[in-house]
């Protein structure tokens, strides 16, 4: 969970920047998991990259997804993680470290998680990078 403030070098983000950086990471897990595409794309920044290497159990090949925030808003559009049962609905929102205008953040759901590049610009903090993977505690 976020503190107060949290102080990397010479930056100090105050309670307003966190709470800012974190409520972005929850438009875009509880975006995806109520289906809500404004929600999402609020939490994006237009630039928005979102990766993973995934491998097939089965055949054991390996893939590489990139998703790109128009992507990911038509994703959640089309139903997103909505059909994920409530009582398995969970999000975990830590604000790792905070320098100047970036933030790195760890996300945790019942399905993903995400390591978030969170970024300051034009007055919002929006998700610029994800790096996710399929939470190994639920598969």
Same mark, same amino acid.
């Given at each position: 969970?976020? *503190?107060d403030?949290?102080? *990397? ?22 975006? $995806? ?8 794309r609020?939490?994006l ?12 159990? !089965? ?16 994703? *959640?559009? !089309? ?17 790792l ?27 919002? $903090? ?5 790096? $996710?993977?399929?939470?190994?505690a639920?598969?």
């Amino acid at each position: 969970m976020a *503190t107060d403030q949290q102080t *990397t070098g010479q930056y100090t983000a105050d309670a307003n920047d966190l709470a800012a950086i974190r409520q972005a990471a929850m438009e875009y897990v509880e975006g $995806w998991y109520e289906a809500d595409a404004e929600r999402m794309r609020r939490a994006l920044h237009p630039e928005l990259a979102k990766r993973a290497i995934l491998h097939d159990r !089965q055949t054991g090949e390996r893939r590489f997804s990139q998703l790109n925030r128009e992507q990911m808003v038509e994703k *959640t559009a !089309q139903g997103g993680g909505n059909d994920t049962p409530s009582d398995k609905r969970y999000y975990e929102v830590s604000v790792l470290d905070v320098c100047d205008n970036v933030a790195s953040v760890k996300a945790v759901s019942y399905e993903y998680v995400d390591y978030l590049h969170v970024v300051l610009d034009e007055g919002r $903090w929006t998700i610029m990078n994800v790096l $996710w993977i399929y939470n190994p505690a639920t598969r």
